[in-house]
Every structure is written in structure tokens, then in C-alpha cells.
């Protein structure tokens, strides 16, 4: 421990003994206490805002994996009702057709189970009700789940018995998120905690040299207090 450091920390305790704290105490005791606060304000800010780009990232991916199925898809319904479907055997999002692969597609009715199509990547898992059942609504759903984010977009498709509410469906497991999420929070928290350590030193031997001033000009009073001097001798700041 170097001698500044050691002089604060014996200082601190003459303080918790009843001494008044001096000013170089008081300048680091706002140090300690409104540096810590501004990193930690300053990483939640940027973890925060971290998250929010990766959910919009993914949001805009699922989004993308929706328009391929659309793409592929080719949906009909016969002269008896019912609702045929064709799928091509690979599509080009290769994880569709890897067995747990995290990447889900399926195409159904709107509150109805079971889907009308089923990705072979769900074949080795079990995902119930990923409609929700719920009802028919124009447009898009995001969600954010525990462990998944899913995506769905109601549309009319046209076949030869009319617009058929169909819905489709991409779920997407989080553990790419959480793991990219949590590397940059192992890094983000490493580099504030080594920058806050690194002010705190770098504020403390400024302080030494700002205030060696008024050390020298305290030795000069106490040399004439003992009598030992008749003035004060040395170059002082004009403050």
C-alpha cells in the first residue's frame, strides 16, 4: 500500500476516534461515494441499452424467418374443407430441419390446435399450445418468454375457397441471447470496476500533489508556533 493510501486509511480512523476529518478525507469520501454511483448508473445505462439492440435484433430476425416460411409455403383448401398444405423438404434456414436445433416454425388456424405444419426441428421437443389459442388478429406478435422469444404474423391466405386465417410462427430459444448477454455484462462490469479502482488511484495522488501546498505551509506554522521559526518560508499558491 503506498504512503498516501496508507495516511488516508490511518487518517479514517483518528476520524472514527472523534477527530475532525480533514479536507483531503472529505475530498476522497465523495470520491468513494459518488464514483461507485456514477459506474454503477453508467453500466446499468449501457446493459440496458445493450439488451434493447439485441432484443431488436432478434425481433427483426424472427420477422425474416416469417417471410421465408411465407415464402415457401403453399396452403389450399378442397371442395370438402379441407386445408391442405405443402412444405418444401429443406428451406433455406437450415435449423428448421435440425432435430432441437432452437429454431421452431409452425403454420396453424388461429386458436386451433394441432398445427397445420410442424418444423422437424420441434420433432425432439415438446412445445404445447404455441398458438395460445388466441384469436385471429391482422398483423404481428412479439414475445418475450422465459426461455424463448416467439413471433407470430396473422395473414388472409388466398386459396380456391376464399381467405383463410392462417397463422404462422417462429420460437427461437434464448440461450444465444442470455449468452451473449452475459459476456458482454462479464466485460462491462470487468472494465468499470478496473476504471472506478484506477480513479480512485489516480484521484488519490492528485490530491497528495494538489495538497503538499498546504502540508508545507502547516509545517511552516508549527515551526513558528514552537518557536523554532520567525516566519513563513516557501513558494505557495496564491490561493
Known sequence: MTNPVRKFFGNLRDSANGNPLSLKQRLLWGAMVSLPLFFSLTGFALDRAFQRSLISAEQDNLQGQIYLLLAAAEIDTDQNGNINIWMPDSLLEPRFGQLDSGLYG???LPGQQPSLWRSAST???TLDNIDDRQDFK???R??????TFKFSQDVFWDNSQGPLPTRFTVIHSKDRFQGELQAYRDQLWLWLTLAGVGLVIFQLSILHWGLS???TLAAALKAMQSGNSTKVD???PSE
Not at 412479439?142 to 426461455?147: Q, S, Y
Request: cysteine-free; hydrophobic content about 45%.
Open 106 to 108: 409452425f403454420i396453424a
Open 123 to 125: 420433432e425432439l421437443n
Open 138 to 140: 391482422l398483423g404481428t
Open 142 to 147: 412479439f414475445n418475450i418468454g422465459t426461455n
Open 213 to 215: 501546498p498546504l502540508r
Open 234 to 236: 516557501g513558494d505557495f
